[in-house]
């Protein structure tokens, strides 16, 4: 399966009420990979969302499935659809098994290979015994796992889920991790909108990152630290880097040194130095920027550059 939103745009009000949740953006993503959707709050990623599973249409743009403009309205994509809405959405007074079942049905899943699979995921969730237990009984972390599993008790192939680390501990935040893992080595297409950035490092294939409506950061993750270094390494705090021509400056840490390198010296010239001083080493890393820090830098600049102070929200803004 392969999705894209092609100049997308989306407003809602009219007139000095006029919002632009969604201004102009593209991207592509296919099956078999994490696409992290990031941006803060209000930014515009639900929307965006809601347009790419045809819950609301766009203004203008469009949005192809598998190259077919209109692909992503019909009954059959629907029911590969695999949803977790930010806001849950769990019959309290139902039992587990009666929810689990009935969203499969829903999606046109039969009931007994319903009932075969919710038993294996509640299993695998560690809640066979809240089987025939009420929603309104789980704790919060409990209805987190039974809304997850719903949303992929039918083999779905197409899978978003919004904020689905909300809740858990970190045991559970592990268990849902691997589960999204495993989904992705099916082939299955997953979309993964998280303010938690260690999840986005340890998940995310490619990132896509909104702010104030617009598109302000899209590639593969790696792609994008790697674009964000600080020319930075970490070696060990006995390597011997005295009076080496391509380091600029040495910070020495509790996790060794950190060494800043000079500018147009990259971190194949002081291995070059190293090897031919024959200096000695055990560690040699070279250092990336954490996704939160290019996401902190990403937000405050395009605040900036749209004449907003940063942190400051647009409701804020437009008071």
Known sequence: ????????SKTYGRGANLKVAVDNVSWKSGGGEIFGLLGPNGAGK??????????IRPDSGEVFLNGDPNGNRTLEFKRRIGYLPEERGLYQKRKVMEVLLYFAALKGFDRA??????MEMLERFELADCANKKIHDLSKGMGQKIQIASCVLHDPDLVVLDEPFSGLDPVNTRLIRDTILELREKGKLVFLSTHM?????????????INNGKQVLYGSLDEIRRSYTTYEVLMDHDAQTNGLSSIESINRTAQGQCIHLKDGHSVHDLMAELAKEKRSFTRFEEARMPVEDIFVQIVGRSELLAGQPAGQSQQEANA
């Open 197 to 209: 950035m260690s999840e986005v490092e340890a998940l995310c294939d490619r990132i896509f990152m």
């Open 46 to 55: 639900t929307t965006m969302i809601r347009m790419m599973l045809d819950i």
């Open 1 to 8: 399966m392969e999705i894209e939103l092609r100049n997308v």
């Open 113 to 118: 290979k319903a009932k075969a699979k919710a």
